[in-house]
C-alpha cells in the first residue's frame, strides 16, 4: 500500500479552483520537489497533507485512510520564515514541541516527564548541529542556525512525513549548501517522505528523488478562476535512478527506491465540452533540458 494516494483530488474557495484532477501515489521514503509559478496551489497542496486544509472533492489517504483534519505527530513542518518562539532558548523552543503534545492544556511538563523531553529535546539538537547552542536565544542566531532550530522542532515528535515550504529560500547560498547536506542526511538516517517546495530548480533536481511541476492544464481567458492547477509533469532524478539500482530485492523498506506515479495533467482526457477552452500548452508550454525548467508564453 502506498504512503501518499490521492484520486481525483480538488481544492477550492469558494468559486476559485486552486487545485483540480490530482492523482497520485506516493510511497514511503520519497523525497517530492515541489515548482512552478507562484500562486499554483503548492503550498495549498502541502496544507491538505498537514491536515489544516480540507479536500473539496476527490480524495487524499494516508495508509489508505482520510488524512487527519488537523495536524498530527506524524507530519511535521518547516516554513521559509523561522518558525520559533523568540522568548525561548533553543532548548526550550524544541522542548516546547513535546510539552505542547504530552501536556496540551498545561503546555508543561515537571519531574521525570521534563528529564525526559530534555533528553529527547537534546538529541534532536545534536542531529541538526545545535549542541553548542543550548542556551542561546533566536535573535542570537544566525539564519542557518534559526533554520536550524526550526527543522529540529519539526523533527522532535519523530514525524514519518516532513512538508517544508521554501524552507531555504532566505538563506545565502554557502548556507543553503550547508543545509542541503543536513536535510539530506535527515532523509537518510530516519527514513522520512519528504515534500519540498522551491523556487530554485537545481536545487529540486539535486535534492529530490522527483520533481512535480505545478500548472494549469486548462485556461479559460472568460473564467480565469474556474479551473485549477494540477500535476504536469512528474520527473525521476538522478537521485531516484540512483536508490532504485541499490534496492534490495524483496526488501520492500522505506526508502528502499520504491516510487510512486502521478497521472499528469497530459495524461487525462479533457470532457467534449471543454473541448472549446484554451488548451494548455498554447498557454503555457514547458521544456526541460539538463535538468532546467524554461516556461515559454505563446
Same mark, same amino acid.
Given at each position: 500500500?502506498?504512503?501518499?494516494?490521492?484520486?481525483?483530488?480538488?481544492?477550492?474557495?469558494?468559486? &476559485?479552483?486552486?487545485l483540480?484532477?490530482?492523482?497520485?501515489?506516493?510511497?514511503?521514503?520519497?523525497?517530492?520537489?515541489l515548482?512552478?509559478?507562484?500562486?499554483?496551489?503548492?503550498?495549498?497542496?502541502?496544507?491538505?497533507?498537514?491536515?489544516?486544509?480540507?479536500?473539496?472533492?476527490?480524495?487524499?489517504?494516508?495508509?489508505?485512510?482520510?488524512?487527519?483534519?488537523?495536524?498530527?505527530?506524524?507530519?511535521?513542518?518547516? @516554513?521559509?520564515?523561522?518558525?520559533? @518562539?523568540?522568548?525561548l532558548?533553543?532548548?526550550?523552543?524544541?522542548?516546547?514541541?513535546?510539552?505542547?503534545?504530552?501536556?496540551?492544556?498545561?503546555?508543561?511538563?515537571?519531574?521525570a516527564?521534563?528529564?525526559?523531553?530534555?533528553?529527547?529535546a537534546? *538529541?534532536?539538537?545534536?542531529?541538526?548541529?545545535?549542541?553548542?547552542?543550548?542556551d *542561546?536565544?533566536?535573535?542570537?542566531?544566525?539564519?542557518?542556525?534559526?533554520?536550524?532550530?526550526?527543522?529540529?522542532q519539526?523533527?522532535?515528535?519523530?514525524?514519518?512525513?516532513?512538508?517544508?515550504?521554501?524552507?531555504?529560500? /532566505?538563506?545565502?547560498?554557502g548556507?543553503?549548501?550547508?543545509?542541503? &547536506?543536513?536535510?539530506?542526511?535527515?532523509?537518510e538516517?530516519?527514513?522520512?517522505?519528504? @515534500?519540498?517546495?522551491?523556487?530554485?530548480?537545481?536545487?529540486?533536481?539535486?535534492?529530490?528523488?522527483?520533481?512535480?511541476? @505545478?500548472?494549469?492544464?486548462?485556461?479559460?481567458?472568460?473564467?480565469?478562476?474556474?479551473?485549477g492547477?494540477?500535476?504536469?509533469?512528474?520527473?525521476?532524478?538522478?537521485?531516484?535512478k540512483?536508490?532504485?539500482?541499490? &534496492?534490495?530485492?524483496?526488501?520492500?523498506?522505506?526508502?528502499?527506491?520504491?516510487?510512486?506515479?502521478?497521472?499528469?495533467?497530459?495524461?487525462q482526457?479533457?470532457?467534449?465540452?471543454e473541448?472549446?477552452?484554451?488548451?494548455?500548452?498554447?498557454?503555457? &508550454?514547458?521544456?526541460?533540458?539538463?535538468?532546467?525548467?524554461?516556461e515559454?508564453? /505563446?
Amino acid at each position: 500500500m502506498s504512503l501518499i494516494h490521492a484520486k481525483g483530488l480538488e481544492k477550492h474557495y469558494g468559486e &476559485q479552483v486552486v487545485l483540480e484532477r490530482m492523482n497520485l501515489t506516493v510511497e514511503a521514503g520519497e523525497f517530492i520537489t515541489l515548482v512552478g509559478a507562484s500562486g499554483c496551489g503548492k503550498t495549498t497542496f502541502l496544507k491538505l497533507l498537514l491536515g489544516t486544509e480540507g479536500v473539496s472533492r476527490g480524495e487524499l489517504l494516508l495508509d489508505g485512510k482520510p488524512i487527519p483534519a488537523e495536524p498530527g505527530p506524524d507530519r511535521g513542518i518547516v @516554513f521559509q520564515k523561522y518558525s520559533v @518562539f523568540p522568548h525561548l532558548t533553543v532548548l526550550g523552543n524544541v522542548i516546547m514541541a513535546e510539552e505542547l503534545a504530552r501536556a496540551p492544556l498545561t503546555g508543561k511538563l515537571f519531574g521525570a516527564k521534563r528529564r525526559e523531553a530534555r533528553v529527547a529535546a537534546e *538529541k534532536r539538537l545534536a542531529e541538526v548541529g545545535l549542541s553548542h547552542a543550548l542556551d *542561546k536565544y533566536p535573535h542570537e542566531l544566525s539564519g542557518g542556525m534559526q533554520q536550524r532550530l526550526a527543522i529540529a522542532q519539526a523533527l522532535m515528535m519523530k514525524p514519518r512525513i516532513l512538508l517544508l515550504d521554501e524552507p531555504f529560500g /532566505a538563506l545565502d547560498p554557502g548556507i543553503r549548501k550547508d543545509m542541503h &547536506q543536513l536535510i539530506l542526511r535527515l532523509w537518510e538516517e530516519q527514513q522520512l517522505t519528504i @515534500f519540498m517546495i522551491t523556487h530554485d530548480l537545481k536545487e529540486a533536481f539535486e535534492l529530490g528523488s522527483r520533481v512535480w511541476v @505545478f500548472d494549469k492544464v486548462r485556461v479559460d481567458p472568460q473564467a480565469p478562476q474556474a479551473y485549477g492547477s494540477t500535476i504536469t509533469y512528474d520527473l525521476p532524478t538522478e537521485r531516484s535512478k540512483a536508490r532504485a539500482s541499490s &534496492q534490495q530485492p524483496g526488501s520492500g523498506q522505506p526508502g528502499s527506491g520504491q516510487q510512486g506515479s502521478v497521472q499528469t495533467g497530459a495524461d487525462q482526457p479533457t470532457p467534449k465540452h471543454e473541448a472549446l477552452k484554451t488548451p494548455a500548452h498554447s498557454v503555457s &508550454q514547458a521544456t526541460l533540458t539538463g535538468g532546467q525548467f524554461n516556461e515559454h508564453t /505563446a
